[in-house]
């Protein structure tokens, strides 16, 4: 197996949700090496680890996207992808703690202060992440003291907040207000049920998506303007 | 009054849990089907689903406003469901929650980098929480049958426009009969998998089965499914 066959099998095992060699999913692949033991091959070859990040784990997230988005398949399998990319990431970490490698950026997220719905929350932090960011997810009921704590702490951040109830809404508008207040340079990104792009303009936040993938479209759009 | 509910009450079926992870049900595969029931009966097994409820006499109505006033306090019902709790000549709130160890569970998995098992154990704490509510919102109606009486639909602080803020008052009605609930200073309850609301009695009362058409939350993914 050459190195492009090597980086193509990691982009298969990512793709299709392929762990390691002990995880029985999918049912045939049982038994063969997945995510985690390629990568560590691939590294042990002497690939670049930037080289696996972009030619294998985020083209291969870039695919189960748009099978997402093509009803192809649903949130679990992008879940169990997600899984796989993580495993691989393991490898990788050292090289991204070095600076040798970067993640697409940060996103600091969290459903904000007087809500504690945080299913939809989970799903956008999970396939932002398996997308290639870097995810700080503050959890539930977060005031705007916690979001400016974290943007102070994480400059380069781009932040979402998620409100279920109608009544949080209101509250989104103020953490807005204070967040671009202490920082009026960071991205805020918002979303929930309840929540629309219409509501976005008024409040003065930068970008809306109803469900993951408008997330990751929008957060990718970032780094293209830059 | 208070109940523990035993694990035959709860209705926790694969295919709602499918719906809510957005797979149509003619398309889960063995390996995700499987994961669900092993990980309703393990949620199912560690969880303690509770309900308390206690019955006020005397609640006004005033239609044209939307309140209802009861022991000295004023819930601002919305006139919607004010309508419809109008003829009721005593009141039951209640508190239901399924504890706090499945979302406990959720949060371990999910740390681990289990997200899609994670997931599927919070959506079951989700379920068994509504579960909950069916089942108290059952028994306050077998309770007041035998007194001849019968109950409405039970409406929720939160649902159609009644502001969650009232759930300040709720719980000071129910005093300590809240299953260990506590609120936070923004109303909402811990465990988050927790449920209050109200149920009219009367003579003259019935429960009507869920009419969307007359509530304005156009965003409500309930609406009309019911
Ligand atoms: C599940 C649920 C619960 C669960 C909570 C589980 C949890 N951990 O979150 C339980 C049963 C515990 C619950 C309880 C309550 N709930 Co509730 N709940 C829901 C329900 C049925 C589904 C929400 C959900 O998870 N949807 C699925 C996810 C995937 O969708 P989503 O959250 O919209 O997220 C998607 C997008 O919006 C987007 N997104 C989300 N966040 C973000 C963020 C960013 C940055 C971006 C870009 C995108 C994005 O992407 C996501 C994925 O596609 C809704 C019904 C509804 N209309 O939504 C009511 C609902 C939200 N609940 C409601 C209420 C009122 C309550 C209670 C206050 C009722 C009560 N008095 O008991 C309690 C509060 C509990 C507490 N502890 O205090 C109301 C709110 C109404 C209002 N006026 O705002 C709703 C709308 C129900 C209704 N019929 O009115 N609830």
């Not at chain 1, 560590?40 to 294998?56: Q, V």
């Not at chain 2, 609930?181 to 988050?192: A, E, K, R, W, Y």
Request: aromatic fraction near 6%; include cysteine.
């Amino acid at each position: 197996m050459n190195n492009d066959d090597l980086l193509t099998r990691i982009l298969t095992c990512v793709e299709l949700g392929k762990v390691n060699r002990n995880t029985p999913f999918p049912p045939d692949m049982k038994g063969m090496d997945g995510a985690d033991e390629l990568t560590r091959l691939a590294l042990e070859r002497g690939i670049k680890p930037s080289e696996i990040l972009n030619d294998a784990l985020i083209k291969a997230m870039d695919k189960v996207g748009q099978k997402f988005a093509d009803k192809k398949i649903f949130v679990p399998q992008m879940l169990i992808s997600a899984r796989a990319m993580n495993a691989s990431m393991v490898h990788l970490k050292p090289y991204f703690q070095t600076g040798e490698v970067k993640r697409k950026g940060k996103l600091i997220i969290g459903t904000v202060a007087g809500d504690l719905h945080d299913i939809g929350k989970n799903l956008v932090a999970m396939i932002v992440e398996g997308a290639g960011w870097e995810v700080i997810d503050l959890g539930v009921d977060v005031s705007a003291q916690k979001y400016i704590h974290t943007i102070q702490e994480h400059r380069d951040a781009v932040v979402g907040l998620s409100a279920l109830l109608t009544t949080t809404m209101h509250n989104m508008r103020t953490i807005v207000a204070d967040i671009k207040n202490s920082f009026p340079a960071v991205t805020l990104m918002i979303g929930g049920a309840p929540v629309t792009e219409q509501f976005r303009a008024e409040i003065g936040a930068d970008g809306y998506a109803s469900d993951p993938q408008g997330a990751v479209a929008y957060l990718n759009s970032l780094i293209h303007e830059v | 009054m208070v109940c523990s509910i035993p694990s035959s009450g709860l209705r926790i079926s694969t295919d709602n849990i499918l719906k809510s992870l957005g797979v149509p049900v003619d398309q889960a595969d063995d390996y995700l089907m499987d994961k669900i029931q092993e990980l309703i009966l393990q949620s199912v097994g560690i969880s303690s689903p509770s309900a308390c409820w206690s019955v006020f006499p005397d609640p006004r109505f005033l239609n044209e406003t939307g309140t209802m006033s009861l022991e000295g306090k004023i819930f601002h019902l919305n006139k919607m469901v004010t309508l419809a709790l109008s003829k009721s000549t005593r009141v039951a709130f209640f508190v239901g929650t399924c504890g706090d160890a499945v979302e406990l569970l959720s949060k371990q998995l999910m740390k681990d980098g289990h997200s899609l098992e994670g997931l599927i154990v919070d959506l079951i704490g989700s379920e068994i929480a509504e579960d909950v509510a069916d089942f108290v919102h059952k028994k306050i109606e077998e309770d007041m049958g035998a007194d001849g009486l019968k109950v409405t639909n039970r409406y929720s602080p939160g649902y159609c426009k009644w502001p969650v803020s009232d759930q300040q008052q709720l719980f000071h009605l129910l005093r300590d009969n809240t299953c260990g609930v506590q609120l936070t200073g923004s109303s909402l309850m811990l465990p988050i998998k927790s449920v209050s609301g109200i149920v009219g009695i009367g003579k003259d009362v019935k429960n009507q089965g869920y009419f969307c058409s007359i509530c304005d939350a156009d965003y409500c993914l309930y609406r009309d499914k019911k």
